[in-house]
């Protein structure tokens, strides 16, 4: 499964941006699908995931209830809806796939793409 994040960019504090990650290979729709991101100077963190059915989604906790993570198997893509974006979310995005289950640990994931950058300014 090769990864390819877009839709980073940068925007205002309180604004609104989807990312977007489109996957390539044919067993896609039995991934699960996770969303890191990594700001400056601070380590990789989960931000989002989502079952290979959509069925189940998890989120963390400084995204809850602003973040929204959704797939289509059909167009092979998962997104990331980020809604009253702050400074704090400044970062590299990072999609991932999951082949067993879905999970908020790095050594979840079998396959990352590169990062997308997103920064917020205030």
């Known amino acids: 499964v090769q990864l390819q994040a877009c839709g980073g960019g940068l925007v205002q504090a309180g604004a609104s941006l989807r990312l977007s990650c489109v996957a390539s290979?044919?067993?896609?729709?039995?991934?699960?699908m996770g969303w890191f991101r990594q700001a400056p100077g601070k380590e990789r963190e989960f931000v989002a995931a989502?079952?290979?059915?959509?069925?189940?989604?998890d989120y963390a906790d400084s995204v809850q209830g602003r973040f929204t993570i959704s797939r289509d198997s059909a167009k092979n893509q998962v997104y990331l809806q980020m809604n009253s974006v702050k400074p704090e979310d400044t970062a590299v995005y990072y999609c991932?796939?999951?082949?067993?289950?879905?999970?908020?640990?790095?050594?979840?994931?079998?396959?990352w793409g590169q990062g997308t950058l997103v920064t917020v300014s205030s």
């Open positions: 290979g044919r067993t896609f729709r039995t991934y699960a």
């Open positions: 989502i079952s290979w059915s959509g069925g189940t989604k």
């Open positions: 991932a796939a999951a082949s067993r289950y879905l999970s908020s640990a790095e050594w979840g994931y079998d396959y």
